[in-house]
């Protein structure tokens, strides 16, 4: 589905990936770990446009993306959640799920139908302004507003940031249950452990460059992984 091949990208003048393989299939679940800087929200970020592309190849379903506008890149079928100012909180969350849709002549009703099936607290609270909302609630719109278009693919950028420890395996638990309605999923997570033990397969990145690459049952039973990345 998505193939990623020796891709240097960065910002300006300034290069922060170097020669970059990633691939995802179809519904598969990829989690992309690694330490601060390793350039993990930039691999996503690549692929969704907001980039300077540098080099290498980004194709997906067979169509090649590199370069492509954001808005390109949605209408290809990849949704993207980033990890900070996500959602609109002075707006309604009907509001911020219509807004997913922007780009349609009207919001497709069964799609915002399978959005409230997988979070039904977000058509409870359809006529609440979402900054009144916690943070495990704000990151459900997000990923809502992002599913408005049935992506084939959801990229998500560190979706358990600032959550309560409480609220985080509510949080997998949903992105668990995206995936598995036939949602690809390619994530960037620092609580690498749970992704490790939720997805298909993982790539650790240092420095801008790919360390390993596996699935996640077998990186977490890495010794050299757990012990340099994962807190032993």
Known sequence: MLI????????????????????????????????????????????????????????????????????????????????????????TVMENLEMGAYILDEVPQDALEAVFERFPILEERKSQKVGTMSGGQQ?????????????????LDEPSAGLAPDLVDEMFDRVDLINEMGTAVLIVEQNAKEALR??????????GENRYED??????????????????
């Open 4 to 91: 990623v091949e020796d891709l240097d990208a960065g910002y300006g003048d300034l290069q922060v990936l170097d020669s970059i393989d990633i691939e995802v299939t179809e519904e598969e679940y990829v989690v992309i770990v690694g330490p601060n800087g390793a350039g993990k929200s930039t691999v996503m970020k690549s692929i969704f446009g907001l980039t300077t592309h540098m080099g290498g190849d980004i194709s997906f379903q067979g169509r090649e993306i590199s370069g492509l506008r954001p808005e390109a890149v949605i209408k290809e079928g990849i949704g993207y959640v980033p990890q900070r100012n996500n959602v609109f909180p002075s707006m």
């Open 139 to 155: 990151q459900m719109v997000a990923m809502g507003r992002a599913l408005m278009l049935d992506p084939d693919l959801l990229m």
């Open 198 to 207: 939720r997805c298909d397969r993982g790539y650790v990145l240092v420095q």
């Open 215 to 232: 699935t996640g049952e077998a990186l977490l039973g890495n010794e050299q992984v757990r012990r340099d990345f994962l807190g032993g």
